[in-house]
């Protein structure tokens, strides 16, 4: 029943950017706060950015702070990750996810995102 869905990521070249998207079902999506993490391969899992239910605050991996932006829009249930001068370091496929309990939490499929010349 519930899903979430990213999109957006593409093959880029370094100093460019992109914006990653995150469309949610099956649950009330103002409730959650969210997470962005990425994995580059094989390497562990990283977050990236969180924001709180109401997206009124956000924190950031130092390795990405005043490059990426994180939103949210309670009324189109989706997140976004706006993503400025990418870095080949930023190569990974990147994940959203809801901040739940344990027995509430989800993952999306993940999108790639290849940073390179």
């Known amino acids: 029943q519930v899903q979430l869905v990213e999109s957006g990521g593409r093959l880029v070249q370094p100093g460019g950017s992109l914006r990653l998207s995150c469309a949610a079902s099956?649950?009330?999506?103002?409730?959650?706060?969210m997470n962005w993490h990425r994995q580059a391969p094989g390497k562990g899992r990283e977050l990236v950015a969180a924001?709180?239910?109401?997206?009124?605050?956000?924190i950031y991996a130092d390795s990405v702070k005043g490059r990426f932006t994180i939103s949210k829009d309670n009324a189109e249930n989706t997140i976004y990750l706006q993503m400025n001068n990418l870095r080949p370091e930023d190569t990974a496929a990147y994940f959203c996810q809801n901040v739940g309990d344990a027995e509430d939490n989800y993952w999306g499929q993940g999108t790639q995102v290849t940073v390179s010349s």
């Open positions: 924001i709180t239910r109401a997206g009124d605050s956000s």
């Open positions: 099956g649950l009330t999506f103002s409730r959650y706060a």
